[in-house]
């Protein structure tokens, strides 16, 4: 947002220009004819000079009326695009591990030990039975 300055112009202060007067001489009253045409020369540029200061304190508010209406539009207009949070992959890796519960010593050896039973057991009891040469024996028996 622009700052406001309040600035105040101070006005040319209009002299007053008489006409002069016709007692004195001739010469002097050509240099008073000419110091009253340069009075009214500078009351004249003050006056020009008041004018545009006034146009452009107009300017002023016209643009900052302008600014105003543009960050109300920007405002109304605005739709956020990240006001949803997108869940972290790695947090459910680090909830999966937070949440795995390690095995007691108990627990551990018995699937050990059910590991092995399988491995020494039951696979070559199975492979005896999947042979076709021994298809028989277990009929006849």
Request: hydrophobic share 40%; charged share 30%; glycine share 4%.
């Amino acid at each position: 947002m622009a700052i406001k300055k309040t600035t105040r112009i101070n006005f040319y202060k209009f002299v007053d220009t008489k006409m002069e007067s016709s007692k004195a001489g001739g010469e002097t009253t050509a240099i008073a004819k000419s110091i009253n045409v340069q009075t009214s020369a500078m009351n004249n540029m003050g006056n020009t000079i008041n004018g545009i200061a006034s146009v452009l304190v107009d300017i002023k508010k016209i643009e900052l009326h302008k600014l105003k209406m543009e960050d109300d539009a920007k405002r109304r207009s605005f739709k956020p695009k990240y006001d949803k949070v997108k869940p972290n992959a790695f947090k459910k890796l680090f909830q999966a591990v937070k949440a795995y519960k390690v095995k007691g010593f108990l627990e551990s050896m018995l699937s050990f030990l059910g590991a092995l039973l399988k491995f020494l057991i039951i696979k070559p009891a199975l492979q005896w039975l999947g042979d076709p040469k021994n298809k028989e024996k277990i009929k006849n028996h």
